[in-house]
């Protein structure tokens, strides 16, 4: 099977790419509609054909393998990544990911190994960069982000970042909505003299 789909309707054709076969649940036993209520558990569903490497028989047991494959700041940052619901950018990655083995300054090497090791993908948007799992990974990382007893620590540091990304987006939309200043009111910059761009001139008296 090339493509296979969730409730959700999001295709998930490059993470079935190598998958041929549906082995948990037996297809001539249960109905097609028992089958999709089983999608959404992509780790225990999905298996590979009977030659495949004993490692990679379940998506799961690819994941455990690629897991293994990492150093352990790398894997404290995969972990608190899956807090994470859509794409991020480098910027918040490190600002609520960073702590204990995950130094902030190193942040776009470790990004980088995740991307390598295909444990993250990057999506290019109007010249920005921003990376994503997909589904099945974040359902893997939030289960060792639990594992790690730091899914409350991170679930405060990813609401108070993104609180203070709004704060500052309504500060910086209250400025550029001020009206500016009366021209009578500005004051000479030096002495705190009326400009002599703002100086109303006398009236003119009539003649006797």
Not at 1 to 12: A, E, K, V
Not at 25 to 36: D, F, H, K
Not at 39 to 64: E, M, N, V
């Given at each position: 099977?090339?493509?296979?789909?969730?409730?959700?309707?999001?295709?998930?054709g490059?993470?079935?790419?190598?998958v041929?076969?549906?082995?948990?649940?037996?297809?001539?036993?249960?109905?097609?509609?028992?089958?999709?209520?089983g999608?959404?558990?992509?780790?225990?569903?999905?298996?590979?054909?009977?030659?495949?490497?004993?490692?990679?028989?379940?998506?799961?047991?690819?994941?455990?393998w690629?897991?293994?494959?990492?150093?352990?700041?790398?894997?404290?940052?995969?972990?608190?990544?899956?807090?994470?619901?859509?794409?991020?950018?480098?910027?918040?990655?490190?600002?609520?990911?960073?702590?204990?083995?995950?130094?902030?300054?190193?942040?776009?090497?470790?990004?980088?190994?995740?991307?390598?090791?295909?444990?993250?993908?990057?999506?290019?948007?109007?010249?920005a960069?921003?990376f994503r799992?997909?589904?099945?990974?974040?359902q893997?990382?939030?289960?060792?982000?639990?594992?790690?007893?730091?899914?409350?620590?991170?679930?405060?540091?990813?609401?108070?970042?993104?609180?203070?990304?709004?704060?500052r987006?309504?500060?910086?939309a209250?400025?550029?909505?001020?009206?500016?200043?009366?021209?009578?009111?500005?004051?000479?910059?030096?002495?705190g003299?009326?400009?002599?761009t703002?100086?109303?001139?006398p009236?003119?008296?009539?003649?006797?």
């Open positions: 099977m090339s493509t296979s789909w969730t409730r959700s309707g999001r295709w998930l490059s993470c079935c790419a190598g041929r076969q549906w082995r948990s649940w037996p297809r001539a036993v249960l109905r097609s509609e028992e089958i999709a209520d999608l959404d558990d992509y780790l225990r569903l999905l298996r590979g054909g009977p030659r495949a490497d004993p490692r990679h028989q379940t998506i799961r047991g690819s994941l455990d690629s897991h293994d494959l990492l150093t352990d700041s790398e894997r404290q940052l995969f972990a608190r990544l899956s807090i994470f619901s859509g794409n991020f950018d480098l910027e918040a990655a490190a600002a609520v990911c960073a702590g204990d083995t995950v130094v902030r300054d190193r942040v776009l090497d470790e990004v980088e190994g995740l991307v390598d090791k295909s444990l993250l993908s990057v999506e290019r948007r109007e010249g960069t921003r799992m997909l589904d099945f990974v974040r893997y990382a939030a289960e060792r982000l639990v594992a790690a007893g730091e899914d409350d620590l991170l679930a405060d540091r990813h609401r108070a970042y993104f609180r203070a990304l709004a704060d987006a309504d500060r910086e209250w400025a550029w909505s001020r009206p500016a200043a009366p021209a009578s009111t500005m004051k000479h910059p030096t002495c003299r009326p400009s002599t703002d100086v109303i001139a009236r003119t008296m009539p003649w006797p």
